[in-house]
């Protein structure tokens, strides 16, 4: 069975401050897909990436940063001087690589930044 | 290009009332999905679909809840009878699926159905 877990249920920084979201995940398959998706307040969840497992490289987008170890089943996100507009709530999510497209997700953090 | 579109954007109903919740995928994407988002239990899968047909019915709740999609560019949820644990804010999602060209995993999300049930 596939599991994601993000522990932080909650959190609050004030603008321009730096802040991580962990996600740590279970999977029995050697190949798979991680992904994080944001929900603003609006409601809809829009995608921000994907990782295949087979890639460990650090990725960085603008403030967006995500650092994967499969050594330690993390997959964490990292938003530099934070603004208000990155208040929203945010979940990881895992998929297989083996033909079934269900994505398994965290139950998200929600992050708020404060002006 | 549109996005995916659901309907109703809300639907207050009363329990034991039928609920027909309603989808239009992204056009030329081949894989449909229906979530469910509550505070208890968060995003569940209820089902899947890839070109019309269900490949993954396992997150369904029950007997009284139902999908279907006649078409590619069509799909239904439908609750019947709806109960007060079926409140919850329903997403429609699409994607391009295997097929579809290079694989991203990448789903699409209308804006929701919130429902609540009385």
């Known amino acids: 069975a596939q599991k994601v877990t993000q522990a932080q249920t909650e959190i609050s920084v004030v603008e321009k401050e730096d802040v991580t979201l962990d996600c740590v995940y279970e999977?029995?398959?050697?190949?798979?897909?991680l992904f994080w998706y944001k929900q603003p307040p609006s409601g809809e969840l829009v995608f921000l990436i994907r990782?295949?497992?087979?890639?460990?490289q650090n990725e960085i987008s603008g403030r967006y940063s995500w650092n994967f170890q499969k050594s330690t089943s993390s997959f964490n996100f990292t938003i530099t001087a934070s603004q208000v507009v990155d208040s929203a709530v945010y979940f990881c999510?895992?998929?297989?690589?083996?033909?079934?497209?269900?994505?398994?997700f965290g139950t998200g953090t929600r992050l708020t930044i404060i002006p | 290009d549109a996005g995916v579109i659901q309907s109703p954007r809300h639907e207050v109903t009363e329990m034991g009332q039928e609920v027909t919740l309603r989808c239009k995928p992204i056009?030329?994407?081949?894989?449909l999905f229906w979530y469910r988002q509550t505070m208890m239990r968060g995003l569940e899968l209820l089902i899947y679909f890839n070109n019309n047909v269900p490949i993954d019915d396992s997150g369904m709740p029950e007997d009284r809840f139902s999908a279907k999609m006649p078409n590619a560019s069509f799909s239904t949820l439908k609750i019947q009878p709806s109960e007060p644990r079926d409140s919850a804010v329903y997403f429609c999602?699409?994607?391009?699926?295997?097929?579809?060209?290079?694989?991203?995993?990448?789903?699409?999300f209308g804006e929701g159905s919130r429902l609540t049930v009385l």
């Open positions: 990782r295949n497992s087979f890639d460990e």
């Open positions: 999602a699409s994607s391009r699926g295997r097929a579809g060209g290079p694989y991203t995993g990448e789903l699409f």
């Open positions: 999510a895992l998929s297989s690589n083996f033909g079934n497209e269900k994505l398994t």
């Open positions: 056009s030329g994407h081949n894989s």
């Open positions: 999977t029995r398959d050697t190949t798979y897909y």
